[in-house]
């Protein structure tokens, strides 16, 4: 049985203040919830030092929401796993699709980026989905394959215990159009299998695959149900604590 995770990706959202408010209002929250999942936030760079100040004595961990694969040196504006390991980071996502489609990230930079957070100690949550028209062209399948199979490249099966997969099918993020529970599930057996193929089932059996696009405390129920769908990593409805709370509870 796999323990379900929920992550909360803020994405480009919350200021210092706002970032005290939210977090002020899930543990409280939290304190007086039934929850029986790992939760995780992944506040934006400028509010992980202070978030993790505030979650220090809560269940909640700490996730970023990228980083650069070189230890130090110029690279102006980026930020390396070694930074964020020490504002208390224990996660960071990588491969998102905004990475992918908004800033142009390859299969193998998200793939080197993978390999440098897990030798410096920090898990990915590592995102793949397809977009609208490769569904529609009828290439997801061939399009998950190739994702998965470049962001792992190099990535042994000891390590693949320090890995969240997320599939967040890109026409299913912030449009309010949900995968159905089944059309999700079909994709996430679809992952595991690739996971069998390359690692064997024990590893296959034990890694966490999160669903994500458009997940809300009314749908998240179904979704989680799902056999294959172990979690849930979120954007618009982790922004408010009850949402997000009432996410958590489906699982
Ligand atoms: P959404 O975003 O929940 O707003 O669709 C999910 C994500 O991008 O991780």
């Not at 200021?15 to 936030?41: F, H, M, R, Y």
């Not at 993020?173 to 996430?188: L, N, Y």
């Amino acid at each position: 049985m796999r323990r379900k995770v929920i992550a909360g990706n803020w994405k480009m959202n919350n200021d210092l203040k706002e970032t005290q408010n939210l977090i002020s209002k899930l543990s409280a929250g939290l304190s007086n919830s039934e929850v029986n999942c790992d939760v995780i936030v992944c506040p934006p760079f400028t509010s992980l030092s202070e978030a993790y100040a505030l979650l220090k004595d809560t269940k909640i961990k700490l996730g970023a929401q990228n980083m650069y694969f070189e230890s130090s040196g110029a690279f102006t504006g980026e930020i390396s796993a070694a930074m964020l390991k020490s504002v208390g980071c224990e996660y960071v996502i990588l491969g998102h699709s905004e990475r992918r489609n908004i800033f142009g990230e390859s299969d193998e930079l998200i793939n080197s980026k993978i390999k440098k957070a897990i030798t410096s100690g920090l898990k990915p949550i590592f995102c793949v989905g397809e977009l609208l028209e490769e569904r529609e062209a009828g290439i997801m399948e061939e399009v998950i394959k190739r994702q998965v199979k470049a962001g792992l490249e190099g990535v042994s099966s000891d390590d693949m215990s320090k890995l969240i997969i997320a599939y967040e099918p890109v026409w299913a993020i912030g449009t309010g159009k949900t995968a159905s529970p089944d059309q999700a599930q079909e994709v996430h057996a679809l992952i595991r299998n690739l996971i069998k193929e390359k690692y064997g089932a024990p590893v296959s059996e034990k890694i966490i695959i999160q669903y994500g696009g458009s997940v809300k405390p009314d749908n998240a129920k179904e979704l989680l149900s799902q056999k294959d769908i172990d979690g849930a990593l979120v954007g618009g409805a982790c922004l408010k604590a009850d949402s997000f709370i009432g996410i958590m509870q489906g699982a």
